[in-house]
């Protein structure tokens, strides 16, 4: 069964730093293209990242230059090292394993609050 | 980037009722196209693929169409289950973009 794990999200002050993980089981998580996705607060989803099989890293524009995802390739974990963090940062990360193009499977997110 | 135009924000039906969600893309997908449900505090589930493809295990009162740049998704004879929040995504080229979300509620 697949199962995708978020965790690191907490309560960080602008101009602040946060990692947060993604622990995945059930597939072999460098054999596939994985993304993260946020919500704000009542807003809707917004796409974050995505790193495909091969390495090739993409990024949303609004975060573009402040975070960058990576991955351990022997614990099969995703990451995603967050700089920079402003208030409008604010939001549930969810990591989602990619299948065929689109995230099919979704872990229960981990909220980041970016507040003084 | 594509932007996807989702319509209408909110919509009010009963159970029973036959709903369509609209999805708009600013360029063609040739069909890359997903839906989704969102139950509050949860993750998404996904609905449709590839625009009318039936994801397996989700009831086939659900089912996706597409006309050129529109994309629908449609119910059929709502359960009180599908009082809830819908997002179309399109997966052609990054970056990746969402709908703004339809809130299906109890008229």
């Known amino acids: ?116 | 980037d594509i932007q996807m135009t989702q319509s209408p924000s909110t919509l009010s039906a009963s159970v029973g009722d036959r709903v369509t969600i609209t999805c708009r893309a600013s360029q063609s997908l040739n069909s890359w196209l997903a839906w989704y449900q969102q139950k509050p505090g949860k993750a998404p589930t996904l609905l449709i693929y590839k625009a009318s493809s039936l994801e397996s295990g989700v009831p086939s009162r659900f089912s996706g169409s597409e006309s050129g740049t529109e994309f629908t998704l449609s119910i059929s004879s709502l359960q009180p289950d599908d009082f809830t929040t819908y997002y179309c995504q399109q997966y052609k080229s990054f970056p990746i973009t969402f709908g703004q979300g339809t809130r299906l509620e109890i008229k």
């Open chain 1, 1 to 116: 069964e697949v199962q995708l794990l978020e965790s690191g999200g907490g309560l960080v002050q602008p101009g602040g730093s946060l990692r947060l993980s993604c622990a995945a089981s059930g597939f072999t998580s460098t054999n596939s293209a994985m993304s993260w996705v946020r919500q704000a607060p009542g807003k809707g989803l917004e796409w974050v990242s995505t790193v495909l099989s091969g390495g090739d890293t993409f990024y949303a524009d609004s975060v573009k230059g402040r975070f960058t995802v990576s991955r351990d390739t022997f614990k099969g974990t995703l990451f995603l090292q967050m700089n920079s963090l402003r208030p409008d940062d604010t939001a549930v990360y969810y990591c989602a394993k990619i299948s065929h193009g689109y995230p099919y499977y979704w872990g229960q997110g981990t909220l980041v609050t970016v507040s003084s």
